[in-house]
């Protein structure tokens, strides 16, 4: 039933370690995006893929490269982790409706609660 | 670039009405939104203005000035579950299509 999921929830683990964060949405949406909540809780875009295709890369070092096999998923890994990464990331999903219709923003996962030790 | 301000923190009463402001600037904006956030879970859509006036959904209500660049999020009657992070996120639409910008939240302390 959960419209946009994200595995694993919690994840521990060491500096320099190579991780990844899996994300799937059942909504049909056509856009997904990555999401950085720092312990400020602001919650800062990372990226955004629309069909498939990268469509916004903030400025994100290159240690972060998502992957979107299909319009349903994406994926993101992490290389060479530092104790900066440490925040929670959250997966969402859109679909533009226009003006004239209801929108509902975006959907998001329950978050990966990201800490580097 | 975009520049999103709410305030940090707010405090009400059991029973009272709260209002959280939003000022934004930005280009290329296509839409307002407000988020409920309770601590350790995911961002939960509340409301969506567009068009300039106020959007209401039961106990909460939303009001937009593109003129101003301001919005509202007004909570009546408010519950001890309404504590919670209230973010405003603008959307804009540039060359790479849209994107949703969010506000620090305003984090909501609800007192009996």
């Known amino acids: 039933d959960t419209a946009v999921s994200q595995t694993p929830k919690y994840l521990v683990t060491q500096m320099g370690n190579d991780k990844s964060i899996k994300c799937e949405q059942n909504?049909?949406?056509?856009?997904m995006y990555w999401y950085k909540q720092d312990s400020k809780k602001f919650l800062k875009i990372m990226f955004s893929?629309?069909?498939?295709?990268?469509?916004i890369n903030e400025t994100v070092p290159n240690r972060f490269s998502p992957k979107s096999p299909d319009k349903a998923h994406l994926n993101l890994h992490i290389n060479s982790l530092e104790l900066g990464d440490s925040a929670v990331y959250f997966c969402a999903s859109s679909q533009d409706f226009g003006e004239d219709r209801g929108d509902y923003g975006y959907t998001f996962g329950s978050g990966t609660r990201l800490t580097v030790v | 670039g975009q520049n999103i301000d709410q305030p940090t923190e707010m405090t009400a009463t059991e029973g009272a009405i709260v209002q959280i402001n939003c000022t934004y600037q930005t280009s290329g904006f296509n839409g307002l939104f407000w988020y409920q956030q309770h601590a350790g879970e995911a961002p939960t859509f509340l409301s969506y203005n567009v068009l300039d006036g106020l959007e209401e959904k039961g106990r909460f209500s939303s009001f937009l000035s593109r003129s101003k660049g301001y919005s509202y999020l007004l909570l009546k009657e408010l519950q001890m579950k309404d504590s919670a992070s209230y973010l405003c996120a603008v959307r804009s639409h540039n060359n790479a299509g849209n994107m949703l910008t969010f506000g620090g939240g305003t984090r909501l302390m609800v007192k009996p």
């Open positions: 893929y629309n069909n498939k295709e990268l469509i």
């Open positions: 909504l049909g949406h056509d856009t």
